[in-house]
């Protein structure tokens, strides 16, 4: 059994606590006391039936407001794999939340409603996920019940969505009908749509093919923390601890030190649980070197031949979610890798209109949930990768120094971003 | 139970575990002043195994913290000293009744004596004592609406208090934990596991757990739906008879609060099955402490709770 992470983009409106509802439900991961709860609290509204929403939307005032205004985590597992979803508010406000939501997610679904077809917020969602990088969107279309079930509204949608999908950087993209409401091919198969021949949702989910989806052909190993026990039986230890970000790793390979340059050779992989005669992302492991030179926090090993860009000049997709706006000649801090670097932002080269992925040039700044290019200068060297080749040392978050909070992240640009 | 890694893929134990690793050597890399809350509950045994791989062969170099309401059960307190013994982590017991004695809380009256809401001022008041600048919770996303929501690296202000909409973007492995002096973060390594993945990783890795999650005879009274333990800190009233049944505890708190089930779940096996059959949650199950609204937790968490 392994692990699928996964967002759900869209708004109530589209059905998205529904869905998410019922495959918690029919899952059996929804439990009965949860249920009590969820129906105590529509009655005490009002409502005259059980709103599957207040299962997700677990804040005071989101259940003041009937928004989902935060990233809810929600766990389900069948026989055939453990599912976190992240479940991601759809409005424009919230954009930063979804981006959060979507940053590690192995697939993403869109909800798209039958009875509206695409729209604005549809195509901002299907932006946002290509740009993050998500490998997989399944695109439910939603509420085929109300418009009868009707083949021709079903393909409309989805050759509106694969034109538009066509200028965004390449994900798998799946189109499944179906009615949260009532079922249809969320869990079981619709006998109302025998024209679809495609599984139900969760078979997808359960199906998906993920594990190419890391990168396993760059050895990225951004080291974490030095251990050095300094006493005792192990006096004379010295591991670098850290995550696979890329590639793989064994004992005897050759490995190339950034930022010192120097290669050596790898003596041994540790855990607790005894030496690992291969290592791969995402695994959290010790490695031994066989030369003593110096190791820190914030360096990376590598292959001689396959190093990553050590850059100070950064060429990156900003999502901006500071309260006040980003400037050119801001200075901010850049957390990458386990390397964390102040920079100052030289220019802001376009601002991207997440609707018509038009690029509006002379903009003077960035406003929260806006998306932009942006040319960053560190103030030392970052070891990276394009987003697209690698989501670990191709992604970067920005921190305000004044408030502390953070207040962007950033994709170092490669192929992940729509062409000039 | 078989959970073994096939042609570069994690099983989901085995993820969840580097996830957290990560998390754990994350704080100690970049904070001062860590400390890790242990309780001898289950998921805070699971967060001290998790930190001593985290940093093996090194010792875990922090200290371990409990805050002790006085209404613990005595089987779990000894666990607690053993197992940190065992370890050798530095143990810090933060005493609710010290912060009684000092007139900082007073004892809540009624039918819920429950010293859990006065658990926050005894953390805090410990947090400043020892300047802990990050402290690990074993809470999970599974267990409640308001924790769903919450970050693996929480922002605590000056005032330890959680402020759920003003809370730090989260994005790949990447966590701020930029503050500054007085303020802290609470960090959750734990928080994608569930119940069930909780068990499952005792299971596999063969840790030794409380005696009172396992099920055993005990002398119990009814109160309000819930079967509570008879103990010298409540008294029965007149239509609450005690009497003794086959119980265990799915999850550890005081005595005062923390329901039994009739269960004869005897070991983490049986218990595993137990979990995956029933319908009702832990804490909806087995909490006094969270039935005091909808939004309970949040509220607690907002004051700085765990």
């Known amino acids: ?420 | 139970m078989t959970e073994m890694a096939t042609g570069y893929q994690l099983s989901h134990l085995e993820a969840l575990e580097s996830e957290a690793i990560h998390i754990v050597r994350e704080v100690a890399a970049e904070f001062e002043r860590p400390a890790l809350l242990f309780s001898g509950g289950k998921d805070s045994i699971v967060m001290l195994r998790i930190a001593e791989k985290a940093f093996w062969p090194a010792p875990i170099p922090f200290p371990a913290v409990h805050v002790d309401t006085g209404h613990n059960f005595p089987e779990v307190l000894a666990y607690r000293d053993r197992r940190a013994a065992e370890i050798g982590v530095r143990l810090i017991v933060a005493s609710v009744q010290a912060s009684i004695d000092a007139g900082r809380v007073s004892e809540p009256g009624g039918r819920w004596p429950s010293r859990n809401r006065l658990q926050t001022t005894t953390l805090l008041d410990a947090i400043a004592e020892h300047r802990f600048d990050a402290v690990f919770g074993g809470a999970r996303r599974d267990e409640d609406k308001a924790r769903a929501k919450e970050r693996i690296f929480s922002f605590r202000d000056e005032f330890g208090q959680w402020d759920p909409k003003n809370q730090r973007p989260e994005l790949w492995n990447l966590f701020n934990t930029r503050i500054r002096p007085g303020e802290h973060i609470r960090v959750f390594p734990l928080s994608n596991w569930t119940e069930l993945d909780v068990w499952r990783y005792i299971a596999r890795e063969g840790l030794e757990v409380p005696s009172i999650y396992f099920a055993h005879r005990r002398r119990v009274f009814e109160r309000d739906g819930m079967l509570l333990a008879e103990n010298p800190y409540l008294t029965p009233g007149p239509n609450e008879p005690v009497y003794e049944a086959t119980v265990r505890f799915r999850t550890v708190g005081d005595m005062t609060c923390t329901g039994a089930i009739s269960s004869t779940a005897g070991d983490v096996e049986s218990v595993i099955k137990e979990i995956a059959a029933t319908r009702i949650t832990e804490r909806g199950a087995t909490r006094a402490d969270d039935r005091a609204g909808e939004a309970a937790m949040e509220d607690r968490k907002r004051e700085g709770y765990f």
């Open chain 1, 1 to 420: 059994m392994d692990i699928l992470r996964f967002a759900t983009a869209g708004s109530v409106d589209d059905g998205k606590s529904t869905l998410v509802g019922r495959l918690l439900y029919d899952s059996k991961s929804i439990f009965q006391d949860q249920l009590d709860a969820v129906e105590r609290a529509s009655l005490a509204r009002g409502d005259d039936r059980i709103d599957l929403a207040l299962l997700t939307d677990g804040l005071r005032a989101e259940r003041e407001q009937g928004i989902t205004i935060n990233v809810a985590y929600r766990y389900f597992a069948t026989p055939k794999r453990k599912f976190i979803i992240a479940d991601t508010p759809g409005h424009l406000q919230y954009t930063r939340n979804m981006v959060t939501g979507a940053a590690t997610a192995d697939l993403a679904i869109v909800l798209v409603d039958a009875t509206k077809g695409l729209t604005d917020q549809s195509r901002r969602h299907a932006v946002l996920l290509g740009l993050l990088g998500v490998p997989h969107i399944v695109v439910c279309v939603n509420k085929m019940d109300l418009v009868g079930y009707s083949r021709e509204v079903f393909e409309r949608i989805t050759a509106e969505f694969t034109a538009f999908a066509a200028k965004l950087p390449t994900s798998h993209v799946t189109f499944v009908p179906i009615s949260a409401l009532h079922g249809d091919n969320v869990v079981t198969r619709s006998p109302e749509m025998p024209w679809y021949e495609g599984g139900p949702l969760l078979h997808l989910l359960e199906t998906v093919h993920i594990a190419s989806d890391r990168n396993l052909v760059d050895l990225r190993f951004p080291v974490q923390y030095a251990i050095r026990p300094r006493s005792g039986a192990h006096r004379d230890y010295r591991g670098y601890a850290g995550q696979l970000a890329g590639g793989t790793l064994r004992p005897g390979d050759e490995v190339l030190h950034l930022p010192s340059g120097i290669t050596t050779r790898v003596a041994g992989i540790d855990t607790m649980d005894g030496p690992l005669a291969e290592a791969f992302p995402p695994m959290s492991v010790t490695v031994r070197l066989a030369d003593d030179i110096d190791v820190s926090r914030g360096d990376m090993l590598c292959r001689p031949h396959n190093a990553p860009a050590a850059v100070q000049d950064l060429d990156l997709m900003v999502c901006w979610m500071g309260e006040r706006p980003m400037r050119t000649g801001a200075t901010l801090l850049v957390k990458h890798t386990t390397r964390t670097a102040r920079a100052l932002v030289r220019d802001l080269r376009y601002r991207l209109d997440v609707h018509t992925l038009h690029r509006e040039r002379g903009v003077g700044e960035l406003r929260r949930n806006e998306i932009g290019r942006v040319r960053l200068r560190a103030a030392r060297p970052l070891f990276c990768d394009p987003y697209s080749r690698n989501r670990l040392t191709g992604g970067l978050i920005l921190i305000d120094e004044a408030s502390n909070q953070t207040v962007g992240a950033g994709m170092i640009t490669g192929s992940a971003v729509p062409v000039e």
